[in-house]
């Protein structure tokens, strides 16, 4: 599985940007998906998740009622649209393909992941 991110850029306080995951290799309608950010000297940290169907979404306390994460199976992709930003979510955002059906917030139960891209939020 491969999985490409895009959509990351520079933005200013307040901005809003969405980011995509598209995969190739497997169809990801069978398995969660999820979003975790690592910002500079710190260690990676749980964003979004959402269940194989796209029912069910999780979210970090940090991003909850800004961001928004959706999957559009037919076309092999998730997404996290990310609104009202914050200078501390700048970060390097990763998407991740789970080993599973439901969401978990835990990243050693995702088996694949993408390279990343970079959101930086000015003040």
């Known amino acids: 599985v491969q999985l490409q991110a895009s959509g990351g850029g520079l933005v200013q306080a307040g901005d809003s940007l969405r980011v995509s995951c598209a995969a190739s290799?497997?169809?990801?309608?069978?398995?969660?998906m999820g979003w975790f950010r690592q910002a500079p000297g710190k260690e990676r940290e749980f964003v979004a998740a959402?269940?194989?169907?796209?029912?069910?979404?999780l979210y970090a306390d940090s991003v909850k009622g800004r961001f928004t994460m959706s999957r559009d199976n037919a076309k092999n992709t998730v997404y996290l649209q990310m609104n009202s930003l914050k200078p501390e979510d700048t970060a390097v955002y990763y998407c991740?393909?789970?080993?599973?059906?439901?969401?978990?917030?835990?990243?050693?139960?995702?088996?694949?992941w993408g390279q990343g891209t970079q959101v930086t939020v000015s003040s």
């Open positions: 991740a393909h789970a080993r599973f059906t439901q969401i978990t917030i835990v990243a050693v139960n995702y088996d694949y």
């Open positions: 290799g497997r169809t990801l309608s069978r398995y969660a």
């Open positions: 959402i269940n194989w169907s796209g029912g069910s979404t």
